[in-house]
Every structure is written in C-alpha cells, then in structure tokens.
C-alpha cells in the first residue's frame, strides 16, 4: 500500500543535457521538498529532487512510499530571480550558493544516471560518538540519546539520560536519524 507516491523527481527530462542556468540548493522544512517541486514545476523552474523507494511494516503490514534520498534539499536552476522566487516560498529554510557548479553537475548526473540504470541508491548515514540522535519509530519513537558507539554495520549503542542515570539500549540504526 503507497503511503507516498512518487512525484517528478526532475523536471525538464533533460535538465543535465547541455548547460543550463547556475544551481542552487533549496534547504527546506523538514518533508517539505515535494511540496517545493510542485511548486517549481507549476512555475517551470527546472529541478532534481531524486527519489527512493522505503518500506515499512507496521503492525502486519507493510507500507511503501517514495522519499527523498538528500531528505531537506532541492536542487534547482536558474538565475538570480528564480533563486529570490523560491527564496521567498514558505518551505525553504534557506538557498544553498553552490560554489563548484561542474562537480554538483557531474555529481547529480551521475546519480540520475545511476537511478536509470536500475541501481538501488540508500543514503549513508555514518554515526559517530558524541552524535544526538532520535528513535524515529517504534515503542521507543521519540527517544533521544547520544551516540556512544558503533557495533558492527546495523546497530548503534544509544545512551539515554533518565533520572540522572545512564541506561544503554541497543537499536537498529534504521530507526534513528540525527536530531
């Protein structure tokens, strides 16, 4: 069952062909971006906001939607206006100068090339000690702890304060995310 459908992800088809206007990055509110993609399609300014497919059971069932892989980041083109229209859109936080234009060019090119090809992209999220982060979901969602270290590829050792106290607990490293 699609929680999330897909939407656009780019927008024209052949945004990478040729040059085109300088890039910018949107940093927008928290599951905001396909709102901003509608919003620049319905305007006409070109846009990539790759997308990739998430699968979640709950209670017996399981649930597909479409993400953002760079969840709170749309990439655009256009010159100084289009920057300043999209500026101003109740989504965005902020725009993003993009300094090296040919290397975001090669990098999203080669992301929406992969895409293509049927690869399966998954965003890599590498923890550290000392990071914050939330329980996204399950009995303990809204739980937050500091990173105390990494065991193996899965799983990271959360610490949670409670009552002045220490108490270690184990999670899968899907369900937490960086506050």
Known sequence: MPLLRKEAEIFPDDLFDGVGQPWWVAHVRSRHEKTLARE????????????????????????????????????????ADARDVVRRRPAVVSVLDVEDQDLLTSELAQI???????????????????????????????????????????????????????????FDREVVSRR
């Open 40 to 79: 620049l399609l319905d305007r006409g300014v070109p846009y990539y906001v790759p997308q990739i497919e998430q699968e979640k059971r709950r209670a017996g069932r399981t649930f597909r939607s479409f993400v953002p892989l760079f969840g709170g980041y749309v990439f655009f083109r256009g010159a």
């Open 112 to 170: 929406r090339k992969l895409q293509l090809a049927g690869a399966s992209l998954k965003p890599y999220v590498d923890y550290v000690p000392g990071d914050v982060v939330r329980v996204r979901e399950g009995a303990f969602a809204g739980y937050r702890g500091i990173v105390v270290r990494t065991k193996g590829a899965q799983r990271l050792i959360v610490q949670v304060s409670t009552l002045r106290q220490l108490v270690v607990v184990e």
